[in-house]
């Protein structure tokens, strides 16, 4: 599923965050994770990029597995920096 996030309303964008306040309570994340979670997606939203353009990921990678791996653990662990940081903030 591919999400426009420049067609949506302000009702859709509220629906959608109200949708992730409730997967981080039935997760039981804290707080600060919460809080860290919303503020992240709020700023995506908000920018109306693509998450790739939003993580300033380069998807011009070589053809090969192991480059495609070591790019999706190297954003893996860049995002989760990210998220940290912002719990943190």
């Not at 999400?3 to 302000?10: S, Y």
């Not at 993580?55 to 940290?84: G, P, V």
Request: charge should be negative; aromatic fraction near 8%.
């Amino acid at each position: 599923m591919s999400l426009n996030v420049k067609k949506l309303t302000p009702q859709e964008l509220y629906e959608l965050i109200g949708k992730l306040i409730e997967e981080i309570k039935l997760r039981k994340y804290s707080y600060q994770t919460g809080k860290a979670y919303i503020s992240v997606v709020k700023r995506f939203l908000k920018s109306e990029k693509t998450p790739a353009e939003a993580c300033e990921i380069d998807l011009n990678i070589e053809n090969s597995w192991e480059d495609l791996i070591r790019e999706a653990i190297y954003h893996q662990t860049k995002l989760t920096m990210f998220i940290s940081d912002e719990a943190n903030a």
